[in-house]
């Protein structure tokens, strides 16, 4: 309880004697590429082959010959939409930017440089966390989108290519009965993990003590730490606006 | 001038510092020394607000800088130069964004003004063609005139210095020791080090506290240093092999 009230004291240190946005404009932007742009390829595979994956191990369970085929599609794009495409994606996104993010916090704490800071009248956790959060904010839901997109891609591929499912059928069962909300689902689920994963990393990070062993330990518990609260809050969000 | 009254701080019910009253005074460097743990770089924490002291205080020129609120001591701490232990440079910026950064976050100066005064600074601590280089690049030494470097470039009226010389060879240390002294006098800045290198206490110590177990044992210079009777300090003076020949060179 002690760590959950400390979390939410760190949240609320972030707006509070911040410097001004134009400040943190750059670092937003080179935020961005790090957590967005260099998370591409890491997305782009995991994405691709979850569809395909999706769309063999659908059409395998489906044998009743009374089922149309297009329902593999119907149930590859609702399953990526509602959770494949935001929570997978989060959950690979805090492996390789969270840990990123509690790393560079843990060494710039064990080294002073957040002393530095905080001597020279910068609101630090500010300062450091906040375009961190930002970016993140901005970046995820674009990257879940893409891994929404090219997962559907993927499974399309790997069916046509398996025989599982013809390409009429499987552009069919996409626009079928179709739920525009899946989509809007599926982007507040992005921004929520977004939030989740940066603040949780850049916390662990900031308070990290001791030295370089315990930067890792930073590490790992920002990871471990962020996919606990990525599944609670997929559960939360599930039963509010579904 | 910085003034500490009464400053005691305990960690999990162990009282680290008790009670330290001391004055700093602008224009000369001011040593605090003792033996490893015996609570130097607390105090010094302390003096800069990264850490809260449980009680006491400290004035920055009759300025209360612990009982404010952040905007005030904001605005003192926009006046404070800091030399960490290892230069704490920040490791994704270059030598001149490191040393520009004060200026960036604090100024509203124009850009070639902030160039300007970076290369002056550089020059002032004697490094010349190292604007692009990463923090990675350089010395121990370097790092360390960057970190005094990026302390003096908005002309703060305070430095402090957290063991300037640790993990130099001795030629290196006499030469931050050197410049320190120097940018102090030429810039009349109140300067506070703390060290446990008997070399700066001879070079340098124009104004000495000794601390031993978080209490102030002496105040005094590094002419009166040797005469001490403190038990304590004359044991730490003396552990050092070069001041015993000088003591021993100064008595025949």
């Not at chain 1, 949780?200 to 790992?220: D, P, Q």
């Given at each position: 309880m002690k760590g959950i009230g400390r979390y939410f004291i760190f949240i609320s240190l972030l707006f509070v004697k911040r410097e001004s946005f134009k400040t943190y404009f750059r670092q937003i932007v080179e935020e961005c590429i790090i957590i967005g742009v260099d998370s591409l390829v890491i997305v782009t595979i995991v994405a691709t082959f979850i569809g395909a994956v999706t769309t063999i191990q659908t059409a395998y369970n489906?044998?009743?010959?009374?089922?149309?085929?297009y329902i593999i599609s119907v149930v590859v794009r609702d399953m990526t939409l509602l959770e494949l495409a935001p929570t997978v994606t989060a959950l690979i996104f805090a492996g390789k930017v969270g840990s990123n993010i509690a790393g560079e916090l843990g060494t710039m704490r064990i080294t002073e440089q957040i002393d530095a800071l905080e001597v020279m009248g910068i609101n630090s956790i500010s300062f450091l966390a906040l375009p961190k959060i930002i970016a993140s904010i901005l970046m995820y839901p674009m990257l879940v989108t893409l891994a929404a997109f090219l997962s559907i891609m993927g499974g399309y591929f790997a069916g046509t290519m398996a025989h599982v499912i013809t390409p009429e059928d499987y552009i069919y069962g996409i626009r079928a009965?179709?739920?525009?909300f899946n989509v809007a689902f599926a982007l507040i689920k992005a921004v929520v993990f977004a939030i989740l994963i940066s603040s949780i990393s850049s916390y662990k990070g900031y308070y990290t003590t001791g030295g370089a062993l315990e930067v890792g330990k930073a590490s790992t518990a920002a990871v471990t730490n962020s996919c606990i609260a990525i599944l609670m809050a997929d559960y939360l969000l599930a039963e509010l606006l579904l | 001038m910085i003034e500490v009254k009464n400053i005691t701080k305990s960690f999990d019910g162990k009282t680290v510092l008790h009670g330290i009253d001391g004055v700093f005074k602008p224009g000369i460097t001011n040593l605090i020394i003792g033996t490893s743990g015996t609570g130097k770089s607390v105090l010094l924490k302390c003096m800069v607000g990264l850490i809260e002291p449980d009680e006491g205080e400290v004035t920055y020129d009759q300025r209360d800088?612990?009982?404010?609120d952040r905007n005030h001591r904001r605005d003192i701490r926009r006046e404070i130069g800091m030399l960490f232990q290892g230069a704490?440079?920040?490791?994704?910026?270059t030598v001149e964004e490191n040393v520009k950064f004060p200026l960036d976050m604090l100024t509203k100066m124009p850009n070639d003004e902030k160039l300007d005064r970076v290369n002056l600074v550089l020059d002032r601590v004697?490094?010349?063609?190292?604007?692009?280089?990463?923090?990675?690049?350089?010395s121990g030494g370097m790092k360390k005139r960057v970190g005094i470097a990026r302390a003096i470039v908005n002309q703060s009226k305070y430095l402090f210095c957290d063991?300037?010389?640790?993990?130099?060879d001795p030629e290196t240390a006499n030469l931050i020791d050197a410049l320190i002294q120097e940018i102090t006098i030429e810039y009349n800045i109140t300067t506070i080090v703390v060290t446990h290198d008997m070399n700066s206490v001879m070079k340098i110590g124009e104004n000495i506290m000794y601390m031993y177990n978080g209490q102030k044992l002496w105040e005094g210079n590094k002419n009166e240093i040797l005469e001490t009777e403190v038990p304590e300090l004359h044991k730490f003076i003396y552990a050092n092999q070069l001041v015993r020949a000088l003591k021993a060179e100064g008595s025949t």
């Amino acid at each position: 309880m002690k760590g959950i009230g400390r979390y939410f004291i760190f949240i609320s240190l972030l707006f509070v004697k911040r410097e001004s946005f134009k400040t943190y404009f750059r670092q937003i932007v080179e935020e961005c590429i790090i957590i967005g742009v260099d998370s591409l390829v890491i997305v782009t595979i995991v994405a691709t082959f979850i569809g395909a994956v999706t769309t063999i191990q659908t059409a395998y369970n489906l044998v009743n010959p009374m089922i149309p085929d297009y329902i593999i599609s119907v149930v590859v794009r609702d399953m990526t939409l509602l959770e494949l495409a935001p929570t997978v994606t989060a959950l690979i996104f805090a492996g390789k930017v969270g840990s990123n993010i509690a790393g560079e916090l843990g060494t710039m704490r064990i080294t002073e440089q957040i002393d530095a800071l905080e001597v020279m009248g910068i609101n630090s956790i500010s300062f450091l966390a906040l375009p961190k959060i930002i970016a993140s904010i901005l970046m995820y839901p674009m990257l879940v989108t893409l891994a929404a997109f090219l997962s559907i891609m993927g499974g399309y591929f790997a069916g046509t290519m398996a025989h599982v499912i013809t390409p009429e059928d499987y552009i069919y069962g996409i626009r079928a009965d179709f739920i525009e909300f899946n989509v809007a689902f599926a982007l507040i689920k992005a921004v929520v993990f977004a939030i989740l994963i940066s603040s949780i990393s850049s916390y662990k990070g900031y308070y990290t003590t001791g030295g370089a062993l315990e930067v890792g330990k930073a590490s790992t518990a920002a990871v471990t730490n962020s996919c606990i609260a990525i599944l609670m809050a997929d559960y939360l969000l599930a039963e509010l606006l579904l | 001038m910085i003034e500490v009254k009464n400053i005691t701080k305990s960690f999990d019910g162990k009282t680290v510092l008790h009670g330290i009253d001391g004055v700093f005074k602008p224009g000369i460097t001011n040593l605090i020394i003792g033996t490893s743990g015996t609570g130097k770089s607390v105090l010094l924490k302390c003096m800069v607000g990264l850490i809260e002291p449980d009680e006491g205080e400290v004035t920055y020129d009759q300025r209360d800088f612990t009982h404010v609120d952040r905007n005030h001591r904001r605005d003192i701490r926009r006046e404070i130069g800091m030399l960490f232990q290892g230069a704490a440079l920040f490791d994704s910026k270059t030598v001149e964004e490191n040393v520009k950064f004060p200026l960036d976050m604090l100024t509203k100066m124009p850009n070639d003004e902030k160039l300007d005064r970076v290369n002056l600074v550089l020059d002032r601590v004697g490094l010349e063609n190292v604007n692009r280089k990463m923090p990675s690049e350089l010395s121990g030494g370097m790092k360390k005139r960057v970190g005094i470097a990026r302390a003096i470039v908005n002309q703060s009226k305070y430095l402090f210095c957290d063991e300037p010389n640790s993990g130099l060879d001795p030629e290196t240390a006499n030469l931050i020791d050197a410049l320190i002294q120097e940018i102090t006098i030429e810039y009349n800045i109140t300067t506070i080090v703390v060290t446990h290198d008997m070399n700066s206490v001879m070079k340098i110590g124009e104004n000495i506290m000794y601390m031993y177990n978080g209490q102030k044992l002496w105040e005094g210079n590094k002419n009166e240093i040797l005469e001490t009777e403190v038990p304590e300090l004359h044991k730490f003076i003396y552990a050092n092999q070069l001041v015993r020949a000088l003591k021993a060179e100064g008595s025949t």
